[in-house]
């Protein structure tokens, strides 16, 4: 037995090739379901962001530091129970570590912001669906990789 799966280890190539299947499907699911609550997120993002910079005229970094923070956590709740189905040990050293992955791509997105709309101009929500969008695919990424990895 492997001891990190807990399952038999393939012998045959027809096991092999029953497993790669299972976890290709596995990861397609995850893949989806990510998707599907990132569209939830971003539209969450940037309806939030929208209503604070445009409807209540804060000033967009502000706006985007408090949207930042409530889609994070949005993000959080959303990828720990229908993405990853991760099992916390720690609560506390989770949500830390999520944030602390999202503190890189939050800057990320300040940068574009700044770019954008002072720089160059551009739409203020326009620019923020283009960094959100970049900032999405990296989330992913970190999401598997470092907060919810399995043990």
């Known amino acids: 037995m492997d001891k ?8 045959t190539e ?3 090739e029953e497993e790669l299947e299972a976890v290709e ?3 397609n699911n ?3 379901l990510y998707a599907l609550w990132g569209v939830i997120t971003v539209v969450f993002n940037v309806a939030l962001f929208y209503l604070l910079y445009h409807t209540f005229g804060i ?6 530091l408090i949207d930042w923070f409530f889609s994070v956590l949005f993000s959080f709740v959303v990828n ?8 916390t040990k720690s609560l506390v050293k989770e949500v830390g570590t999520f944030y602390g992955t999202r503190v890189a ?5 300040a940068v574009i912001l700044w770019l954008g709309i002072s720089v160059m101009s551009v739409n203020g929500t326009m620019t923020k669906v283009i960094g959100h969008g970049i900032a999405l695919v990296a989330n992913y990424f970190l999401s598997k990789w470092l907060v919810f990895k399995k043990a």
């Not at 000033?59 to 985007?64: K, L, R, V």
């Open 4 to 11: 990190d799966k807990q399952r038999p280890v393939p012998h």
């Open 14 to 16: 027809a096991e092999f």
């Open 25 to 27: 499907e596995k990861a």
């Open 30 to 32: 995850e893949l989806q």
């Open 59 to 64: 000033e967009y970094q502000i706006a985007n």
């Open 80 to 87: 720990k129970m229908f993405v990853f189905q991760h099992e």
């Open 105 to 109: 791509t939050y800057l990320i997105e």
